[in-house]
């Protein structure tokens, strides 16, 4: 059995679409926002769509009910969110999906201090929860389709297990995932984000991927 | 016409692969080397394999003599060499392939306290030089065939035109480049390199590599 899984920052366009497809996979899910209005009418409007019923809660609470957790909020309310939720989510796999995009400059680089938005978040969650990263290179506005979305999603975190069961989850999402190594290396994922954005504007694409060549990620 | 290359640290298997292909592609191309024996036999070896004649120097002199010069040095010796190389490339492009591998954790991400390899190549060399980074991710032994590469490269610099020129040298050593913005975007690429290396130890690939999707590269 699947777990359940609380989407944080659930009402904006990476969470709703991640909600979305995991929903159309058979997984349950909670949609949490600050405004529980808000998360009621997302989760109201996805169950009609996909004739199921979907769960909606503060963020707070959204993150008490479900087994896994994903945060989906921007970077500039990253860590006050991890800080609330952090008593929640003792034990439990965290998946941070935070790009550290810093406007205007979206398109530059810049890693925070502590070398990437996944280090922040294990410092605000505190070491006894299981944070993986992942879903920072895919396009929301794709991801929020029925299509095949070409970009593999790098998957991040010091525990092998905990990155296994995400991956599961990017596959519910019907995304390749991959493991990419220690949360450290999520920088690597963080900073393309960047890059892809500048690769949109240069050749007027509209939602620039990345896909890894020669690796069989069927081996996981 | 196309501009003559020098190739520091050109004897390593990044340079030689370069050299290369490079020297296959019709360009003129100098094999630097710190040890001038070692570049006068890497440059014979290759002008005897492709029936062509392929100069040889010092690092130093080669970096004078080349129009374009790229820097194939390993990471602990990219600031000494630059360093010394500095009053030779006055004016001209630099292009830097350093990867910041720390080892003996070469598959975890440790970038510079400068940000990237390429910042600090920028900052050895001195604001004259039109430094610009490329090549992170091309595993050297497939880039050493004859074969295609299912690589893209990644080209960073803060001058357009620039870039211009080294996407010129990718496609002459047959592979797709795509601009990818500011120098300080080089971390993505630097980092996404120890991503490749786990990745390559995970699934038991050899030389797994990125493309991007969803853009158009030819419209630069």
Request: aromatic residues 2%; hydrophobic residues 50%; neutral net charge.
């Amino acid at each position: 059995m699947t777990s359940s899984v609380a989407i944080i920052g659930g009402t904006g366009q990476l969470g709703a679409a991640i909600a979305r497809r995991l929903v159309k996979a058979g997984r349950t899910v909670i949609i949490g926002s600050r405004d529980v209005a808000k998360a009621t009418a997302t989760a109201a409007a996805l169950g009609a769509e996909l004739g199921r019923t979907v769960d909606s809660a503060t963020n707070l609470d959204a993150a008490a009910r479900g087994e896994l957790v994903i945060v989906t909020v921007p970077f500039a309310n990253q860590e006050a969110t991890l800080r609330e939720i952090a008593p929640q989510v003792r034990g439990k796999i965290v998946v941070d999906t935070t790009v550290p995009l810093v406007p205007p400059k979206v398109m530059r680089v810049q890693l925070p201090p502590e070398g990437s938005a996944a280090l922040r978040a294990q410092q605000a969650l505190g070491e006894g929860v299981r944070v993986v990263s992942a879903f920072h290179n895919v396009a929301a506005h794709k991801l929020a389709t029925d299509e095949a979305v070409a970009c593999d999603v790098l998957v991040f975190g010091d525990e092998k297990a905990a990155r296994e069961e995400v991956l599961q989850v990017v596959e519910d999402c019907g995304l390749r995932g991959l493991h990419a190594g220690a949360l450290a290396n999520s920088a690597a994922a963080e900073a393309l984000t960047s890059v892809l954005i500048f690769i949109n504007k240069h050749y007027a694409a509209d939602g620039a991927g990345l896909q890894i060549t020669g690796a069989a990620p069927s081996a996981h």
